[in-house]
Nanobody, 124 residues
Framework: QVQLVESGGGLVQAGGSLRLSCAAS????????MGWFRQAPGKERSFVAA????????YYADSMKGRFTISRDNAENTVHLQMNILKPEDTAIYYC?????????????????WGQGTQVTVSS
């Protein structure tokens, strides 16, 4: 089992940047595929990015490609999401998630463990 705690959210102007972090507990962090999702008010939780357990493959939702970068540090049990050129439509609660590495599914049900989320607000 793994517990996840997100940090780094906040208020930023459009065009700005934020770096989200997710700290994981437990010795098995390096066995999990890690992902970021987001949920805006009144909308379903949606895929943002994911990274394989050894960091050799990353996946992004189309609207994030070129703006967001996911990375992980297995020695520190952390995963990060660097978000650049932020837009008002990026405003949401961002969640960190962990799941089995044998799938590349972008759907929430492919991840078993979730953090509490961190709020990101982008002003215009």
């Amino acid at each position: 089992q793994v517990q996840l705690v997100e940090s780094g959210g906040g208020l930023v102007q459009a065009g700005g940047s934020l770096r989200l972090s997710c700290a994981a507990s437990g010795r098995t962090f390096s066995t999990y595929r890690m992902g970021w999702f987001r949920q805006a008010p009144g909308k379903e939780r949606s895929f943002v990015a994911a990274i394989r357990r050894n960091g050799d493959s990353t996946y992004y939702a189309d609207s994030m490609k070129g703006r967001f970068t996911i990375s992980r540090d297995n020695a520190e049990n952390t995963v990060h999401l660097q978000m650049n050129i932020l837009k008002p439509e990026d405003t949401a609660i961002y969640y960190c998630a962990a799941g089995p590495d044998y799938t590349s599914s972008p759907y929430p049900n492919a991840f078993n463990y979730w953090g509490q989320g961190t709020q990101v607000t982008v002003s215009s």
